[in-house]
Each structure stands twice: as structure tokens, then as C-alpha cells.
């Protein structure tokens, strides 16, 4: 079974900030592996960043490799990455009504597990292939 911790970020912390948050997801997962004991849960496939934009998704991703964050020469597969349109893009709704439309993910839940999440090397990858991926490093 694989679990994940989930961050919706809004873009409201500056990079300095989000490479603290970034490092303290790291150290609780990868270093102490704290997840075990205060969730009960192990492994932790990813920690999936949904973002408000593309533009800020990248900024986050080049953090990844920052050495407080992973080792040098290590991949950064603990950290996936979406944009929020995704998510709230207005669609029509099953009934075929022209004007009732609402966010994709009330329409469409299921929409989380495709393959939708960005990894920082910029591989795309959905939840379901977590459950027959190798460990994360």
C-alpha cells in the first residue's frame, strides 16, 4: 500500500520559506522516518504538491535539488508536483446540460489519480503507478 502526505500550497510563502517546509517534509520522511511513529503509516510513497501555477511548480521543483532538501547526486522522487487547474477547471457535467458546469473535481474525483503529477526531473507519473514503483530513494 502506498501513502501520501499532501500539500496544497497557494503560493503565498516566499522560496526561502517553502525550502524550510520542503527540508522538514525531507528530514520527517527520509532522515527520521517520524512518519512511522506519529501516523502509523510506512512507506511514504510522496509528498504531492498540488500549486496554483506552472510557473511556481517550477520554482518549487528546482528546490528539490537543493542540497538542504537531498543529498547531492540523489533524484528527488519524494516530491510530486500538479497545478491547481487541474483540479478546478470548470467542465460540463454528466446530464449534458450546456450550462451546468462545476470544478473537474467534483465531477470528476477521480481525476487525481491520473497522471498528473510532475516529478522535479519533469516525468509524469499517476497515483496508481506508486503501488508498482521501486521505494522511493
Known sequence: M???FYEADRGTM???DMLKKLRAYSQLIKKQQRHRELFGVHPIRAVL???SSEAWGRQLMSLTSHPLVSSPGKRAGLFWFTIS???TDLIADASGD???RHPR???QP???WNRIWALP???MHALIDAENAPPPL
Request: hydrophobic share 55%; aromatic share 12%; net charge negative.
Open 2 to 4: 502506498a501513502h501520501f
Open 14 to 16: 516566499v522560496l526561502t
Open 49 to 51: 504538491i498540488e500549486t
Open 85 to 87: 487547474p487541474l483540479f
Open 98 to 100: 450546456v450550462g451546468a
Open 105 to 107: 473535481y467534483l465531477a
Open 110 to 112: 477521480e481525476v487525481i
Open 121 to 123: 526531473d519533469r516525468t
